[in-house]
T-cell receptor, first 115, second 115 residues
Framework: ETGVTQTPRHLVMGMTNKKSLKCEQH?????MYWYKQSAKKPLELMFV???????ENNSVPSRFSPECPNSSHLFLHLHTLQPEDSALYLC??????????????FGPGTRLTVT | GENVEQHPSTLSVQEGDSAVIKCTYS??????FPWYKQELGKRPQLIID?????GEKKDQRIAVTLNKTAKHFSLHITETQPEDSAVYFC??????????????FGSGTRLQVQP
């Protein structure tokens, strides 16, 4: 599959579970992002990685832990989540050119339900 | 800090009519303004973008206008078709509070084109 892929596509977890979301981009981009999409905040930026370095943590609770081992892979580790964390988690990538104009390519998302 | 307001939140038009969605932003340093379309159950995808050195850009039935003085930009869809039904997000490429560059998205507009 080309572009940006995410696994799993659906995840149901209890509040005491630990799980991880995976994102992979096949576009040769140098920046990757995690977004949370819910009815309350349609596209809420969580984390930004540029050249594997985390450049942004948008006041996200510590129960969400990102990991970017290389420029093609991005993980979101989840532990002790709350029901209000149920949402669609979207990964995106872009090629940052330093000028601020960069198209973001989104993955299909992981639909997370916390019970 | 960055802030993007988008209106209306929902919009219903008859097939063949025009649709206009408006966004305002606060960061005068912003220089990139993309629009994304998200169909039901699918990922957001870029449909058109505009940079701060132009005032208008058109691509077939869609156009975007930018007024940097007033800090607002708009998406115009002419001759709407049922397949235009989706959620549309505006965004600005500017500088976040941390000094890093990233896209900030509006809250989305749900467009329904009635056949």
């Amino acid at each position: 599959e080309t572009g940006v892929t995410q696994t799993p596509r659906h995840l149901v977890m209890g509040m005491t579970n630990k799980k991880s979301l995976k994102c992979e981009q096949h576009l040769g981009h140098n920046a990757m992002y995690w977004y949370k999409q819910s009815a309350k905040k349609p596209l809420e930026l969580m984390f930004v990685y540029n050249f594997k370095e985390q450049t942004e943590n948008n006041s996200v609770p510590s129960r969400f832990s990102p990991e970017c081992p290389n420029s093609s892979h991005l993980f979101l580790h989840l532990h002790t989540l709350q029901p209000e964390d149920s949402a669609l988690y979207l990964c995106a990538s872009s090629q940052e050119l330093g000028s601020g104009d960069y198209e973001q390519y989104f993955g299909p998302g992981t639909r997370l339900t916390v019970t | 800090g960055e802030n993007v307001e988008q209106h209306p939140s929902t919009l219903s038009v008859q097939e063949g009519d025009s649709a206009v969605i408006k966004c305002t932003y606060s960061d005068s340093a912003s220089n990139y303004f993309p629009w994304y379309k998200q169909e039901l159950g699918k990922r957001p995808q870029l449909i058109i973008d505009i940079r701060s050195n132009v005032g208008e850009k058109k691509d077939q039935r869609i156009a975007v206008t930018l007024n940097k003085t007033a800090k607002h930009f708009s998406l115009h869809i002419t001759e709407t078709q049922p397949e235009d039904s989706a959620v549309y997000f505006c965004a600005e490429g500017g500088v976040l509070d941390t000094g890093r560059r990233a896209l900030t998205f509006g809250s989305g507009t749900r467009l329904q084109v009635q056949p």
